[in-house]
Nanobody
């Protein structure tokens, strides 16, 4: 079973940028579509972005559309989320998730706090 560990969260000023990483271990990373979600305090988890197993196709949710880049390095079993022009409303816990043959597997999340 794949295990996912996110990193890169922290405190960032509004207008700044941040790159999150999600490292996978176990499983076959290169065969999984990968996703990023986020959950703001008191709100439901929402879709941020996704990338196909090969990295050839990406999708962006409306919440940060135009302000993010999702990418992956299958040699390093890692998926990245780069966000710029961050806003206070981007604050939340960011989760990566792998779409495996047995279902979606989630990481534990990394906190991003954007100060105004």
């Amino acid at each position: 079973q794949v295990q996912l560990v996110e990193s890169g969260g922290g405190l960032v000023q509004a207008g700044g940028s941040r790159r999150l990483s999600c490292a996978a271990s176990g499983g076959t990373f290169s065969s999984y579509g990968m996703n990023w979600f986020r959950q703001a305090p008191g709100k439901d988890r929402e879709f941020v972005a996704a990338i196909s197993s090969s990295g050839g196709t990406t999708y962006a949710g409306d919440v940060v559309k135009g302000r993010l880049t999702i990418s992956r390095d299958n040699a390093k079993n890692t998926v990245y989320l780069f966000m710029n022009s961050l806003k206070p409303e981007d604050t939340g816990v960011y989760y990566c998730a792998a779409d495996t043959f047995k279902g979606r597997v989630w990481g534990q999340g990394t906190q991003v706090t954007v100060s105004s």
